[in-house]
């Protein structure tokens, strides 16, 4: 790799394979309605392995967002816990 580059991926954000067979080689380029574009070039093992770290990408990002909303329930349900043990104790 001999430049880094960021892209920030949104549904503005088009995708253009180009496959080369003949080479084992295929190009993906995202390319922004408003001009700017960034092409990935690779062989069908290297872009093998970019899939499978997008798919684990993905899978991380699902596991971490599970996470997150088992946390905020049980947090939610710690609130209400305590909000109905207070009552209870006004009441009394």
Do not use: C, W
């Not at 390319?31 to 070039?41: D, H, K, L, N, S």
């Not at 049980?74 to 006004?90: C, F, G, H, N, Y």
């Amino acid at each position: 790799m001999s430049v880094s580059v960021g892209a920030h991926l949104s549904d503005s954000v088009g995708f253009l394979p180009t496959i080369h067979a003949p080479k084992n080689r295929a190009t993906l380029t995202l390319e922004a309605a408003t001009g700017p574009y960034v092409t990935v070039f690779g062989d069908r093992d290297n872009l093998a392995r970019l899939r499978d770290a997008l798919v684990e990408l993905v899978a991380g990002l699902d596991a971490e967002k599970a996470l997150l909303a088992a946390r905020m329930l049980a947090l939610d349900e710690d609130t209400d816990t305590t909000l109905d043990e207070q009552s209870a104790d006004s009441a009394a």
